[in-house]
């Protein structure tokens, strides 16, 4: 453990709190973190924040190239000197929200496995961002935050349910691999961590017509959690009906009024969204979710 902060320390690095750095320097938990990750030796591996190289160093063996996306420059040039005698290791400065996945898979003629120890303050864009590339991914194995991971595979009806549960859930299967202590971490994080799998569903578990809007839905059933799916959805900006009108659309589409919204699986979310996008305001809704309700 202390080998990379004993390193960081003669380089004159310290972690930066700009780009959320808790580097990983358990070397038996990274490569356990490699081993969970399935990575197979035909296998194209984009490692986002690689930092110090803590798992890029055990991914190098089992891939057949290595994309390491990093934004910090000082990490950048360490990891180029560090790789220079590696052939399959790419080392790209960049903002990872900003990487072009699909390209990538479409140079190498498959799909591409990501893996990452995400910078807490930067994990829920770094998940949307994968999911709206979900095409061009085969698998997701991504260090987070404890209580992101339990919102992320928590079920219709758990205190964790929420709208990441549910856009996580409609196009992965994700699944929490182990548990990591912060002890892992320098600095150590002032929460526990853990590894969530994503495998990714070759279809959406349900069919969504319109899926900003279905967003927008969901969002908007949540914005008061401790209210019933009634007055949450009346309460909102996006509310694209009258009162007497939202209850019509639940009940005709089997939801009670009184239910709350973490109660509501896939299937009920998308029957209410459809229906609700019959009222005849679903556009205007949508431009008003775009602007901060989703």
């Known amino acids: 453990m202390t080998s990379l902060i004993g390193e960081l ?3 004159g690095f310290s ?27 035909e296998d194209i591996v984009v490692e986002i924040g690689p930092g110090m190289g803590a798992l890029t160093f055990h991914l190098i063996p089992r891939a057949k190239k290595v994309v390491a996306v990093e934004l910090d420059g000082e990490m950048v040039k360490y990891l180029r000197e560090k790789g220079e005698g590696f052939a399959s290791l790419v080392v790209v400065h960049r903002d990872a929200l900003q990487f072009d996945f699909r390209d990538l898979a479409q140079q190498e003629g498959r799909k591409i496995k990501v893996v990452a120890n995400l910078p807490y303050n930067i994990s829920t864009p770094i998940i949307f961002r994968l999911l709206e590339c979900r095409d061009a991914l085969a698998y997701a194995t991504l260090m987070l935050q404890q209580e992101v991971a339990q919102r992320i595979t928590s079920a219709a009806g758990s205190r964790d349910y929420g709208p990441l549960s549910i856009f996580v859930q409609l196009y992965t299967s994700p699944k929490i691999l182990m548990r990591v202590p912060s002890q892992a971490f320098y600095p150590p ?7 969530v799998g994503f495998e990714i569903l070759p279809r959406p578990r349900v069919d969504i017509a319109d899926v900003e809007f ?24 996006f509310c694209p009906g009258s009162r007497q009108q939202i209850r019509g659309v639940l009940e005709a589409v089997g939801i009670g009024p009184r239910r709350r919204a973490e109660t ?7 029957r209410l969204a459809e229906a609700l996008g019959k009222l005849g ?14």
């Open 264 to 270: 509501l699986d896939l299937e009920e979310f998308k």
């Open 189 to 195: 994080p002032k929460v526990e961590s853990a590894l």
């Open 9 to 11: 320390k003669k380089l």
């Open 15 to 41: 972690p930066k709190r700009s780009f959320g750095q808790n580097f990983l320097i358990d070397k038996k938990v990274a490569g356990e973190v490699v081993r969970l990750a399935n990575v197979e030796p």
């Open 214 to 237: 279905f967003r927008a839905v969901v969002r908007a059933s949540f914005a008061q959690r401790r209210k019933t799916i009634l007055n949450s959805l009346v309460g909102s900006p």
């Open 281 to 294: 305001k679903g556009t205007d809704s949508v431009s008003a979710t775009k602007q901060g309700v989703v």
